[in-house]
C-alpha cells in the first residue's frame, strides 16, 4: 500500500490553514504541517482539522521548514510526499494532477503556473522575480523549467530518502532542483492554478 502524505510550512497562517488540510485530507493518507514559529494559534488550529504538526519554536524560513517536512516524510517512511503551500494559494484538488506522472516513473513532479500559456493572473512583480530566478536556476544548472519557483510539488520514494540542500530560505526550492539534476533523478512538470487574492 502506497503512503501519500502532504506537508506544508506554516507562518500564520491560522485563518485559513484548517481549510487547506481538510482540502488535503481527500487524496493523502497524513498531512504534516510545520508551525515555522507562528506567533498566532496556527498549531493549534493545524491539530483541530487533523494535522500532524511540529513547531519551530522561532521562525527559521522557509528552506529550513522544508527540511523538517522532508525528515518527518522519511520518518513516516513515506512513499509519496506532497508539498504545498499552506495560505490557500494552492489547490487541493489539483493534488491529483501532481500524483499521476509519480505512477510513470517520474521522482519530482513540479506544479507550473505557466505551462499552457497560463500565468496571466500572476502579479508583474512576482512573474518579473520567478523569470530571473528561473534563468539562474537554469545557467547554475542547466535546468529547464517553467517554474522553478513553484511550491506545489509532488516527490516520490526515491526523492524523499535522497534529496539533501543547505539553504534555510527561499532557495531551497532551486537546490533541491539541482539536486534532482546531478543525481540523475526524473524530473516533470503539470500544469496548476494558484490564487493571488490572499496576499
Not at 506544508?8 to 481549510?19: G, K, L, R, S
Not at 530566478?133 to 516520490?156: C, E, K
Amino acid at each position: 500500500m502506497t503512503l501519500t502524505i502532504a506537508a506544508m510550512p506554516a507562518y500564520n497562517e491560522a485563518h485559513v490553514i484548517a481549510e487547506v488540510i481538510l482540502g488535503c485530507k481527500k487524496y493523502v493518507d497524513n498531512v504534516i504541517v510545520v508551525d515555522d514559529g507562528s506567533s498566532d494559534n496556527t498549531a493549534e488550529v493545524a491539530r483541530s482539522a487533523g494535522g500532524y504538526v511540529v513547531k519551530h519554536e522561532v521562525n527559521k524560513g522557509y528552506g529550513a521548514a522544508l527540511k523538517s517536512c522532508f525528515k518527518l516524510a522519511r520518518e513516516f517512511n513515506a512513499d509519496v510526499m506532497i508539498i504545498m503551500d499552506s495560505d490557500g494559494q494552492h489547490n487541493p484538488d489539483e493534488i491529483p494532477r501532481l500524483l499521476e506522472p509519480l505512477k510513470h516513473g517520474a521522482d519530482l513532479v513540479i506544479g507550473s503556473r505557466f505551462i499552457n500559456g497560463n500565468g496571466k493572473n500572476v502579479p508583474a512583480y512576482r512573474k518579473v522575480g520567478m523569470k530571473i530566478l528561473d534563468i539562474a536556476t537554469y545557467l547554475a544548472g542547466g535546468i529547464l523549467v517553467t517554474d522553478s519557483q513553484s511550491g506545489f510539488r509532488a516527490y516520490g520514494k526515491k526523492a524523499i530518502e535522497n534529496v539533501r540542500f543547505d539553504g534555510n530560505n527561499m532557495s531551497a526550492g532551486s537546490e533541491i532542483l539541482l539536486y534532482i539534476k546531478d543525481h540523475n533523478l526524473k524530473f516533470t512538470e503539470v500544469e496548476i492554478h494558484c490564487r493571488y487574492d490572499l496576499d
